[in-house]
């Protein structure tokens, strides 16, 4: 089977390497990058995914965070032999209600502009346990991308509303939840339930970053549930 992993919001796939690494023989994987000096919308993002993917292999999608809206437009039209679809700490509505779209108006891009701090991507997104180099990776990776395409896609993500879409999706869904996610918690999910109450839910000890953060039991989870096949 192979994997087509979608990034964050840095849209590098850069940071997925830990969880890269892990996997075992008989798993192939396509990391998914995104311009980082252009902005494109979750529509034209997901055109771009359907470039790559495999007409005819079997594959699975892992989308991570910011990429949850793009791997549901790809559910909601599979192309080829599209498996299943696993959303990490992942969103599909409104990840932050109301006050999320009011923050999308006001959010200034000069934010952007200046390196993001350790301590709040230590608070936010990963852990105490993070290692000081994960952290300073994390900050080089971020400043890759224009701080302009960064601001909008934090603004994309914060009106996304794609239940709609979620609820005309027919593969296999399944969303990995991380028990300490300062970022989402469980806001996240609501909107996969209110769309799909049947969706496949499981809970992983960890942080927003859980695929960097903890790799391995990332990997053991979606293992057990049968996502990737008896590869």
């Known amino acids: 089977v192979l994997i087509v992993l979608l990034p964050g919001m840095d849209g590098t796939g850069i940071l997925l390497r830990p969880f890269v690494d892990l996997l075992p023989n008989g798993i192939d994987?396509?990391?998914?990058?995104?311009p980082e000096d252009t902005y494109l919308t979750y529509e034209q993002l997901a055109e771009r995914v359907l470039g790559v993917v495999p007409r005819s292999e079997p594959y699975v999608?892992?989308?991570?965070?910011?990429?949850?809206?793009?791997?549901?437009?790809?559910?909601?039209?599979p192309v080829g032999n599209l498996q299943?679809?696993?959303?990490?700490?992942s969103f599909v509505s409104l990840p932050w209600g109301r006050m999320g779209r009011w923050i999308a108006k006001v959010l200034p891009t000069a934010l952007f502009r200046s390196r993001a701090p350790a301590w709040m991507l230590r608070w936010l997104l990963m852990d105490a346990d993070t290692r000081p180099e994960m952290i300073s990776e994390a900050q080089a990776v971020i400043?890759?991308?224009r701080p302009e395409v960064l601001a909008q896609r934090l603004r994309d993500s914060l009106n996304a509303d794609y239940m709609p879409t979620l609820r005309?999706?027919?593969?296999?869904?399944?969303?990995?939840?991380?028990?300490?996610d300062r970022l989402l918690g469980n806001r996240g999910l609501r909107g996969f339930l209110a769309a799909k109450p049947g969706i496949e839910t499981v809970q992983i000890a960890g942080p927003h970053s859980?695929?960097?953060?903890?790799?391995?039991?990332?990997?053991?989870?979606?293992?057990?549930?049968?996502?990737?096949?008896?590869s």
Do not use: M, N, W
């Not at 991570?64 to 559910?75: D, I, M, Q, R, T």
């Not at 005309?168 to 300490?180: F, K, N, Q």
């Open 61 to 77: 999608i892992i989308a991570e965070s910011y990429s949850g809206p793009v791997a549901c437009l790809l559910a909601a039209h």
């Open 168 to 180: 005309d999706c027919t593969v296999r869904l399944a969303y990995l939840l991380p028990e300490s």
């Open 210 to 230: 859980i695929l960097q953060c903890a790799p391995a039991s990332s990997l053991a989870v979606l293992q057990k549930t049968g996502v990737f096949g008896d």
């Open 84 to 89: 299943a679809v696993v959303f990490v700490a």
């Open 29 to 34: 994987v396509k990391v998914i990058s995104y």
């Open 143 to 145: 400043a890759r991308v």
